[in-house]
Antibody, heavy 117, light 107 residues
């Protein structure tokens, strides 16, 4: 059974940093493309970043230069390093796995990031 | 960036109704269009991928169509468990985007 479990969220001050993790089971992260998607409270979904099996990465313009997506194949885990956090980065962050046009086939339960002074 | 505009933003319908949600892209995205369902407090769920392919395990009352810039999600006979918010999403460009969502409510 495919499972994605996010962790690392919390309360951080503006300008601070946080690293999110997404532990995968039931499949290997290196064989899929892995993404982060966020949802601000009461708002819609916003794609954040994707990393392909080839290690090619893409970012939403809103986080480019501040966030870095990566993965550790040995731990079967996806990461999102978030620097220079802003108040509008406050959201529930989901990780998701994709394969063959099914961009967000499996989802985690999300981890909440709150940026506030 | 490619903008996706869903219509309507919300709708009220009864059990058994046929429901259609549209998603219009600001430029052609071929068939790189997916549909998701999200219920309150839950992660989204993939319904349709590549514009018209039904994800495994999704009831056949859900269907998708379209290509280029205009797409539709149809629920042939609305069931109580279908009341939720629906999102379209494109991955044609390197900047993936979602539509703003369509909330389906009980009439």
């Amino acid at each position: 059974e495919v499972q994605l479990v996010e962790s690392g969220g919390g309360l951080v001050q503006p300008g601070g940093s946080l690293r999110l993790s997404c532990a995968a089971s039931g499949f290997t992260v290196s064989s899929n493309y892995m993404s982060w998607v966020r949802q601000a409270p009461g708002k819609g979904l916003e794609w954040v970043s994707v990393i392909y099996s080839s290690y090619i990465t893409y970012y939403a313009d809103s986080v480019k230069g501040r966030f870095t997506i990566s993965r550790d194949n040995s731990k079967n885990t996806l990461y999102l390093q978030m620097n220079s956090l802003r108040i509008d980065d406050t959201a529930l962050y989901y990780c998701a796995s994709g394969l063959a046009l099914r961009d967000f086939q499996h989802w985690g339960q999300g981890t909440l990031v709150t940026v506030s002074s | 960036d490619i903008q996706l505009t869903q219509s309507p933003s919300s709708l009220s319908a009864s059990v058994g109704d046929r429901v259609t949600i549209t998603c219009r892209a600001s430029q052609s995205i071929s068939s790189y269009l997916n549909w998701y369902q999200q219920k309150p407090g839950k992660a989204p769920k993939l319904l349709i991928y590549a514009a018209s392919s039904l994800q495994s395990g999704v009831p056949s009352r859900f269907s998708g169509s379209g290509s280029g810039t205009d797409f539709t999600l149809t629920i042939s006979s609305l069931q109580p468990e279908d009341f939720a918010t629906y999102y379209c999403q494109q991955s044609y460009s390197t900047q993936w985007t979602f539509g703003q969502g369509t909330r389906v409510e009980i009439k």
